[in-house]
């Protein structure tokens, strides 16, 4: 059963916020049990959340109001999201590889080294009305063996990936001390990466960019916001094009031009969010341990 939680939930930065997330709104506790959840898409044909628990090894999925166990072990799997077909598409930590999910449960590797090298450690995914599927990949997963196999970085940095329909691979951006989530604006004019160096090193950065999209080229990639208390992981862009950014304190709501809205006060860290429900207007929320849920007034751009 899903727990509603009591006391302020919301905070008003901006009058524009009242209507993204009404006063009334309830967040509640879909689930708990995680170490680490991160990673959630939601399938509307079979109202199906799905979401990593990176350390536990497994993902787990969330259905009429019971949780299972998805896949275990996952390969520590972390961000995930649907191609333009439905189907999943996984970062995985253990595998250094961004996967595929066939219909038949095969699984078919994506993307798993750079000219000839191990990726680091996939960590967050989106796919292009095009096909082609942009990916960061950060250390975290080859830091330590909490959320994957410790391993020394074959690449010369943590960069931003393009993998083209036709299996090319392009390094977009590599200027990212450690690029997490990611998502473009509606109409795909803007990609916005989230830097979340910080959380290894108090110099490092904890900020979103915004880069231009030049056809398969990006733009420069000026800084759209800081975010804190935490450090910005993974995030995702109503219709009209606000973002809604898993941090410390819970989800923050910054509109296009990085001016904060408001917040989702989640008693957890909160690692990530996604769209669904029947008008794709709930926001699912991966925090720590548990997965949080908010019917909001405004969907998710799909
Ligand atoms: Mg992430």
Known sequence: MADVISGAVRQTFDPRFDSLVPGIAQLYRLTSGCLWAEGPVYRADVDLLIWSDIPNNRMLCHQHGHTFTFRSPSNYSNGNTKDNYGRLVSCEHGGRRVTRTEADGSITVLADSYQGKHLNSPNDVVVKSDGSIWFTDPSYGILTDYEGYRAEPEQEGCFVFRLDVDGTLTVVADDFVKPNGLAFSPDERYLYVADSGRSHDDNAPHHLRWFEVNGDKLGKGDVLTDVSPGVPDGFRVDVDGNLWVGAGDGVHCYDATGQLLGKILVPEITANVT????????LFMTATTSVY???????GAR
């Not at 429900?277 to 709930?282: A, D, F, L, P």
């Not at 849920?293 to 969907?299: E, H, S």
Request: proline residues 0%; hydrophobic residues 45%; without cysteine.
């Open 275 to 282: 769209f669904g429900g029947t008008r794709n207007t709930t």
């Open 293 to 299: 849920a908010m019917k909001l007034a405004i969907a």
